[in-house]
C-alpha cells in the first residue's frame, strides 16, 4: 500500500536546466572579481594584479580541489571552498590579507547574484501550488545556490543545503534531516531528482519512493523507484501510485 504525505525535491536540473546558468555564473563572477580589483588598484594608483582570466581561473578551480582534498568534510561545502581558493589567491598575488577577505566575499556576492537567475521550467510553479495542497514539500540540493532568494522558494517550507551540513548527497542526512522537518518517515515520502547516484539510489535505500528525471533509462528499476522524462510527468505518476493503494 503507498500513501505519501511528503515530497522532497532536487532543484538543479529537477526543476530547471542548471547547465547554461552555471557557466555565465562560473565566468562572470570572476572576470567582474578582476576588472573590479583592476579599476579599485587603478583608483589607488596601483598597479594590475598579476592575474589573468585564463590562468586565474584554472589556478582558482585547483585551489578548489585541493582545498576539498585537504577538508575532505568541506568537498561539498561550495561556497566555503570558493571563498578560501580566493581568498589565498588573492592575497599571493599581493593582495593584504584583510583586502583579499573583502574582496573574495565581494566575489561571492557576485557569484551568488549570477546564481540565482535561474529559470524554472514553464510547469514548475503551478505543478508545486498543486502539490504542496495535499503534501509537505521540501528542497534538498548539493549545489550552493542561495535557497531563500531562488525562484520557487516559496514552494518549499523545509530546504535542506546539503553541502552545509557536511554531508552532501547521496549521504543519507540531508534526506533524515529534510524528513523529520516534514515530520513523516521515509515509506511515506518520495523524492524527485535527476541524478540516479545522488537521489534515487540513497533516497530507495532508505525506504523513500524515487522519481527519477530522465529522458532515456533502460535499466531495470529497483523497488520504489520510477522514471518520468520531466518533472511535468509527476502528477501523472502520483496518481497512479495512489490508484495502486
Given at each position: 500500500m503507498?500513501?505519501?504525505?511528503?515530497?522532497?525535491?532536487?532543484?538543479?536540473?529537477?526543476?530547471?536546466?542548471?547547465?547554461?546558468?552555471?557557466?555565465?555564473?562560473?565566468?562572470?563572477?570572476?572576470?567582474?572579481?578582476?576588472?573590479?580589483?583592476?579599476?579599485?588598484?587603478?583608483?589607488?594608483?596601483?598597479?594590475?594584479?598579476?592575474?589573468?582570466?585564463?590562468?586565474?581561473?584554472?589556478?582558482?578551480?585547483?585551489?578548489?580541489?585541493?582545498?576539498?582534498?585537504?577538508?575532505?568534510?568541506?568537498?561539498?561545502?561550495?561556497?566555503?571552498?570558493?571563498?578560501?581558493?580566493?581568498?589565498?589567491?588573492?592575497?599571493?598575488?599581493?593582495?593584504?590579507?584583510?583586502?583579499?577577505?573583502?574582496?573574495?566575499a565581494a566575489a561571492m556576492n557576485e557569484f551568488h547574484r549570477l546564481r540565482v537567475q535561474v529559470t524554472p521550467h514553464p510547469e514548475a510553479a503551478g505543478l508545486l501550488s498543486a502539490l504542496a495542497e495535499r503534501y509537505r514539500l521540501a528542497a534538498i540540493t548539493n549545489g550552493n545556490i542561495h535557497l531563500k532568494r531562488q525562484p520557487l522558494a516559496a514552494?518549499?517550507?523545509v530546504a535542506i543545503a546539503a553541502g552545509e551540513l557536511l554531508a552532501p548527497k547521496p549521504d543519507p542526512k540531508p534526506f533524515l534531516t529534510a524528513l523529520e522537518r516534514l515530520n513523516t518517515v521515509p515509506r511515506r515520502a518520495m523524492h524527485v531528482g535527476d541524478s540516479w547516484q545522488e537521489d534515487v539510489l540513497p533516497a530507495q535505500q532508505l525506504g523513500m519512493h524515487a522519481a527519477w528525471v530522465a529522458e532515456r533509462g533502460d535499466q531495470a528499476l529497483p523497488e520504489r523507484v520510477h522514471r518520468i522524462a520531466h518533472v511535468k510527468e509527476l502528477p501523472e505518476l502520483i496518481a497512479w501510485l495512489e490508484r495502486q493503494a
Amino acid at each position: 500500500m503507498i500513501t505519501l504525505d511528503a515530497i522532497t525535491f532536487d532543484l538543479d536540473d529537477t526543476l530547471w536546466d542548471n547547465q547554461g546558468v552555471m557557466l555565465k555564473t562560473e565566468e562572470g563572477h570572476y572576470r567582474w572579481l578582476l576588472e573590479a580589483l583592476t579599476a579599485w588598484r587603478s583608483a589607488r594608483q596601483e598597479a594590475p594584479l598579476p592575474l589573468t582570466y585564463e590562468e586565474g581561473v584554472e589556478d582558482y578551480l585547483q585551489r578548489r580541489q585541493q582545498w576539498a582534498h585537504q577538508v575532505p568534510e568541506r568537498r561539498g561545502d561550495f561556497t566555503w571552498l570558493r571563498l578560501r581558493a580566493l581568498e589565498a589567491q588573492l592575497e599571493e598575488s599581493g593582495l593584504a590579507r584583510s583586502a583579499a577577505l573583502l574582496w573574495a566575499a565581494a566575489a561571492m556576492n557576485e557569484f551568488h547574484r549570477l546564481r540565482v537567475q535561474v529559470t524554472p521550467h514553464p510547469e514548475a510553479a503551478g505543478l508545486l501550488s498543486a502539490l504542496a495542497e495535499r503534501y509537505r514539500l521540501a528542497a534538498i540540493t548539493n549545489g550552493n545556490i542561495h535557497l531563500k532568494r531562488q525562484p520557487l522558494a516559496a514552494h518549499f517550507p523545509v530546504a535542506i543545503a546539503a553541502g552545509e551540513l557536511l554531508a552532501p548527497k547521496p549521504d543519507p542526512k540531508p534526506f533524515l534531516t529534510a524528513l523529520e522537518r516534514l515530520n513523516t518517515v521515509p515509506r511515506r515520502a518520495m523524492h524527485v531528482g535527476d541524478s540516479w547516484q545522488e537521489d534515487v539510489l540513497p533516497a530507495q535505500q532508505l525506504g523513500m519512493h524515487a522519481a527519477w528525471v530522465a529522458e532515456r533509462g533502460d535499466q531495470a528499476l529497483p523497488e520504489r523507484v520510477h522514471r518520468i522524462a520531466h518533472v511535468k510527468e509527476l502528477p501523472e505518476l502520483i496518481a497512479w501510485l495512489e490508484r495502486q493503494a
